[in-house]
């Protein structure tokens, strides 16, 4: 495998369901990301994990939950979502240098719908 | 504040030259980036220029920086029906590596 992988690719979920989204980079890189691309809006940065810390979260809903065991892997934790959390959700990786990140990888991305 | 314009569409024909604009806000972006989403995928790095650039060219793509007037420029030359997709500008405000997105041009390429 090469480049940043996601599984799974395509996920249909009641609004009472758990289930959980990976990400896994094999750049070496040391930052990953967790991104959300609606219908005709611009992405939005949900989470940023940097040596495995996270660093940024932008006011994402509880509901969502990210987790990163090591540099290598991303999940994203979904429980109780809505209708609106349907969307296609990015992972993205970085090499950080000096707090410095450069230019992000992103994977294909998982397609979610909630019903 | 933090903020990235692109058009939505573009269409021109196949053997054309295609230019994307956009427009930021943030004078402090270090580098600016242009990528490509094909349908059903995710992003691709496509090129990336550093504030203190006025152009670069990598093949059939230029990027030019106009950063006086905090505008971005992706040129296609040649453009093939395989280059259809959707075109996204973005910059990093400051040093932080933050990805700030425009809402995506919409390139289709006519045959």
């Known amino acids: 495998e090469t480049g940043v992988t996601q599984t799974p690719r395509h996920l249909v979920m009641g609004m009472t369901n758990k289930k959980s989204l990976k990400c896994e980079q094999h750049?070496?890189?040391?930052?990953m990301y967790w991104y959300k691309q609606s219908a005709k809006k611009p992405l939005e940065l949900m989470f940023v994990?940097?040596?495995?810390?996270?660093?940024e979260n932008n006011s994402v809903p509880s509901r969502f939950s990210p987790e990163c065991p090591n540099s290598s892997h991303l999940f994203l934790h979904l429980h109780t979502l809505q209708p609106e959390d349907s969307a296609l959700y990015l992972c993205?990786?970085?090499?950080?240098?000096?707090?410095?990140?450069?230019?992000?990888?992103f994977g294909p991305g998982t397609r979610l719908t909630v019903t | 504040g933090e903020d990235v314009e692109q058009s939505l569409f573009l269409s021109v024909r196949e053997g054309d030259s295609s230019v994307i604009n956009c427009t930021y806000t943030?004078?402090?972006?270090?580098?600016l980036y242009w990528y490509k989403q094909e349908p059903g995928a995710g992003l691709q790095l496509l090129t990336y220029?550093?504030?203190?650039?006025d152009m670069k060219q990598d093949q059939r793509l230029t990027v030019l920086l106009n950063k006086k007037d905090k505008h971005l420029s992706l040129r296609i030359a040649d453009t093939q029906t395989g280059d259809s997709a959707i075109y996204f500008c973005?910059?990093?405000?400051?040093?932080?590596?933050?990805?700030?997105f425009g809402q995506g041009t919409t390139l289709q390429v006519k045959p």
């Open positions: 993205a990786s970085s090499q950080e240098q000096a707090g410095v990140s450069y230019e992000q990888y």
């Open positions: 750049l070496g890189h040391n930052a």
């Open positions: 994990y940097s040596l495995e810390e996270r660093v």
């Open positions: 943030d004078s402090s972006s270090t580098y």
């Open positions: 220029i550093f504030s203190n650039m």
């Open positions: 973005a910059e990093t405000p400051g040093n932080t590596g933050k990805l700030i």
